[in-house]
Nanobody, 119 residues
């Protein structure tokens, strides 16, 4: 299994920016895809953005134009740059990875990092 560790969460005012990082315990070069999801209190976990091994990206409507996902294969890290943050972006943000290992398609999740948008 691959371990994922998120960092970069915190408290930010509305309109501010945060950059999240997700470091993997092994090379991400061959990962099928990596992504960011979030879960607000009392709500289901939802997609924020994904990026494939080829660099193709996909964003939730709520993220488009404000968030940017990227990956650095050399650092085994995926990033989420969040701009123009809104109170409704408050949630625990989770990183995940889809990969093939030992003959199986697997998915790993990080432990999450809290993002709070409030004045």
């Amino acid at each position: 299994q691959v371990q994922l560790v998120e960092s970069g969460g915190g408290l930010v005012q509305p309109g501010g920016s945060l950059s999240l990082s997700c470091a993997a315990s092994r090379s991400i070069f061959s990962f099928n895809a990596m992504g960011w999801y979030r879960q607000a209190p009392g709500k289901q976990r939802e997609l924020v953005a994904t990026i494939t091994s080829g660099g193709s990206t996909n964003y939730a409507d709520s993220s488009k134009g404000r968030f940017t996902i990227s990956r650095d294969n050399a650092k085994n890290t995926v990033y989420l740059q969040m701009n123009s943050l809104k109170p409704e972006d408050t949630a625990v943000y989770y990183c995940n990875a889809d990969y093939f290992m030992a003959g199986s398609n697997l998915r790993s999740w990080g432990q999450g990092t809290q993002v709070t948008v409030s004045s």
